[in-house]
């Protein structure tokens, strides 16, 4: 079953309106989770790192007013994607190491399709 | 130059074909080596881990060079249900990267 569960998985929202997505943790606690953004044939990219109980680290280039981070538990993040524009449609995906920071795995939620008309 | 750099592909093989894939990475204190699957329009999964001896599971074999800071993955025998997006991916400190994916259609 998944250790890191994202929602929601679809969203279809107006120009200039505020999505939301969250990311969970299940089953374990989570101080770091990473956001990546994934255009259609292309690969992950990594917009930021967000950290419980401290501000995200975002990438060079992502616009932190745009994209807000809130790490509000140890098994909680979100993203939200303010005043959306059709040129952030993408695919949004969440992922969290591992309690013990092996480095052997990374768990990664659903993800999450973001359509903007 | 790209922190992961990988074969752009696209691959197109037929059933049974043994099909490699290489990757190369420019942080030197890379520790932890990974190839991902990605199916479309889904999450990445792993496939295997990548160490320093090699490994091997099944059908799918991965191997790492430090020097020359290059990991690879070797597919035998391939199969239908191989097709998807190879996904080659370094770890290091809490920071993951990944490399841009090489799609592969595996063909009747």
């Known amino acids: 079953g998944a250790v890191v569960s994202q929602h929601p998985s679809w969203v279809i929202c107006k120009s200039g309106t505020s999505v939301k997505i969250e990311c969970r943790s299940l089953d374990f606690q989570a101080t770091t989770m990473f956001w990546y953004r994934q255009f259609p044939k292309q690969s992950l990219m990594l917009m930021a790192t967000s950290n419980e109980g401290s501000k995200a680290t975002y990438e060079q280039g992502v616009e932190k007013d745009k994209f807000l981070i809130n790490h509000a538990s140890l098994t909680l993040s979100t993203l939200t994607v303010t005043s959306a524009h059709p040129e952030d449609s993408s695919f949004y995906i969440c992922?969290?190491?591992?309690?013990?920071?092996?480095?052997?795995?990374?768990?990664f939620g659903e993800g999450s399709w973001l359509t903007v008309v | 130059r790209k922190e992961v750099e990988q074969d752009p592909g696209p691959f197109n093989v037929p059933e049974g074909a043994t099909v490699a894939f290489n990757c190369t990475y420019s942080?030197?204190?890379?520790?932890?080596f990974f190839w991902y699957r990605q199916d479309c329009r889904k999450e990445p999964k792993l496939l295997m881990s990548v160490y320093s001896s090699g490994n091997e599971d099944g059908r799918f074999t991965a191997q790492l060079n430090r020097a020359s800071q290059y990991i690879s993955l070797l597919i035998r025998d391939s199969k239908l249900s191989d097709s998807a997006t190879y996904l080659c991916?370094?770890?290091?400190?809490?920071?993951?990267?990944f490399g841009a994916g090489t799609r592969l259609t595996v063909k009747p």
């Open positions: 942080n030197s204190a890379s520790q932890s």
């Open positions: 991916v370094v770890y290091n400190n809490n920071d993951m990267r």
């Open positions: 992922s969290a190491p591992p309690p013990d920071s092996s480095g052997n795995t990374i768990y």
